[in-house]
């Protein structure tokens, strides 16, 4: 039976009992009081008709019509009215409407976005294409999740405006040839200047200049001669390279030719690109040379300080991972070698991190010829594992002491964290140039750096013994051991006149090393 809820006659507290203790005497358990299940008791919820309650969201329901004056039973009942009536008129809940707005404003905003030729003119069409694909789904999606009860109507809405974002970067299709630095430059030019008639060379020339457009790269060439520079500017016109590779193009020509972070790339059409490399001091042959690296032997045409290279998309493939890896396959050392002049620094990296753990038998020489360029390149971020695999290959240890030395200086001026191989390596190469900064380290962190300035052997005694004096107890311990390692007998002496004010674990430091020295010598 259905629960009833009755109230206490005593202390009208309200309890829900079982049906089955209708009539019969029960006890109210806030104030004990007995009383009988009855009608008087039991609380029966309120009751109400139409018309009684004014409350918008009893429009929501259905309206069953009642008997009307003047219609009989066979009169029939207008169509859409058999289940009464409901309002299709409702309120629409805040989500909903904030998912409608988003969905509309994406489109409309990616709509005019795309219509700007300065912002998407480096931006070749398919992507346009993509992007515009992306937003006008999500606002579609968004729109139809708005209006559930007129989904085709919102599909019919949502989907025209998605149909015209997609149509924008057709329409607006940005004029490729034409660089937003200077826009009105050919045209002022053309029109100051008469036309004449041009030789064969000539319209060839001015062909190629139409088909690549080079107004980018005369644009940076005429500043650089307006400012008095001496640097130079060229362009590399790259044919047939895929869109994924750009990055790694302009990463690897900044990196080798030294260029200015201000060199753009310029997309052109059939997957051709325009790159104008600025901030040069090299000739247009070692140019035209560096870029050999990416495909076919350049084409240099002097007139437009250009050169053109169809791009060979097998540099961009790694060697199989199999031969890479395994030290006993013959292919092991030519894949690796082959890697370390990468144009990608990720595959250069994992190249040196092989090498490095492996013994060398062969294409040593050129390794290390490779693994000192590497050293001096300011973009490689690797120099521990560089460093790692210059001590295994090179058979000089001193061949990138001027390389790693600068690296040394740039590392601790701009106050990066130097590794303790690159200490190490120049210490293995008697690079006595570096015990300046090796001692500031060793000053400043004695525990981390007191094994490299150990490393530096002999060279390090007098830098040590300078100092020693004015060292605080810490340091006089590390340089005592330092000196028990690489002192001469010109310590002994600086080592005993610290021994009267030394305190105990400082006097065994000082007789250990006074010891060593002796025995040395």
């Known amino acids: 039976m259905n629960p009833l809820t009755i109230r206490c006659p005593s202390c009208s507290q309200k309890f829900k009992v079982g049906g089955e203790l209708m009539g019969r005497v029960v006890e109210c358990g806030a104030c004990e009081k007995r009383f009988t299940v009855n009608d008087e008791v039991i609380q029966k919820a309120a009751k109400f008709y139409p018309g009684e309650r004014n409350h918008h969201a009893l429009e929501g329901f259905a309206r069953v019509e009642g008997p009307k004056i003047g219609i009989d039973a066979a009169t029939p009942i207008p169509r859409g009215m058999e289940h009464g009536y409901f309002s299709p008129i409702s309120r629409v809940g805040p989500l909903r409407l904030t998912l409608g707005w988003v969905g509309a404003l994406l489109i409309l905003g990616a709509t005019i976005v795309l219509q700007f030729q300065f912002l998407m003119a480096d931006i070749p069409v398919a992507t346009q294409m993509l992007i515009a694909f992306g937003v006008g789904v999500i606002g579609l999606i968004l729109i ?37 630095l200077d826009p009105t430059r050919a045209e002022v030019e053309e029109t100051s200047t008469p ?31 307006q400012s008095g520079s001496d640097l130079r500017a060229y362009g590399i016109w790259l044919r047939d390279m895929s ?16 260029a200015s972070p201000s060199s753009v790339i310029y ?50 493939l790694e060697g199989p991972l199999d031969k890479l890896t395994d030290k006993g396959s013959p292919a092991f050392y030519d894949l690796n070698k082959r890697e370390l002049e990468s144009i990608q620094l990720t595959r250069v990296k994992r190249a040196v991190e092989r090498l490095a753990d492996a013994e060398p038998k062969i294409y040593r020489e050129d390794i290390t010829r490779q693994l000192v360029v590497l050293a001096a390149l300011p973009q490689v971020d690797f ?41 190490s390596m120049l210490a293995k190469g008697k690079a006595i140039e570096a015990l300046p900064i090796m001692e500031e380290l060793w000053l400043a962190d004695a525990t981390t750096w007191e094994p490299q300035m150990i490393e530096f052997g ?55 090393a006074v010891r060593s020295i002796r025995e040395r010598n």
Not at 243 to 258: G, K, Q, W
Not at 292 to 306: E, T, Y
Request: net charge positive; aromatic share 4%; charged share 30%.
């Open 144 to 180: 139809v999740s708005a209006n559930p009860r007129k989904r085709t109507r919102s599909l019919l809405i949502g989907g025209i405006a998605a149909a015209i974002l997609l149509s924008v970067p057709f329409v607006f299709r940005s004029k490729r040839t034409i660089t937003p």
């Open 195 to 225: 036309k004449k008639e041009s030789s064969p060379e000539e319209e060839g020339i001015d062909q190629l200049k139409k088909r690549i457009g080079i107004q980018p790269l005369e644009t940076e060439i005429h500043r650089l001669a």
């Open 243 to 258: 869109e994924s590779n750009r990055l790694f193009v302009r990463d690897y020509m900044l990196r080798t030719a030294a």
């Open 267 to 316: 997309p052109r059409d059939n997957r051709d690109y325009l790159m104008v490399l600025t901030g040069l001091d090299k000739s247009i042959e070692e140019i035209a040379a560096i870029t050999a690296r990416i495909g076919q032997q350049p084409k240099i045409h002097p007139d437009l300080q250009l050169m053109e290279v169809r791009v060979d998309p097998s540099v961009f």
């Open 383 to 423: 120099i521990d594992e560089v460093c790692k695999a210059l001590m295994i290959w090179a058979e000089d240890p001193s061949v990138a002491n001027p390389q790693l030395s600068r690296r040394l200086n740039q590392m601790h001026s701009e106050k990066k964290k130097i590794p303790k191989s690159l200490p």
């Open 458 to 512: 002999p060279a390090a005694e007098k830098g040590v013994l300078a100092r020693f004096p004015e060292l605080d107890p810490t340091l006089r311990h590390s340089a005592a051991r330092i000196l028990a390692r690489i002192g001469g007998q010109a310590s002994i002496p600086v080592l005993e006149a610290a021994k009267p004010k030394a305190d105990p674990e400082l006097v065994v430091l000082i007789e250990t």
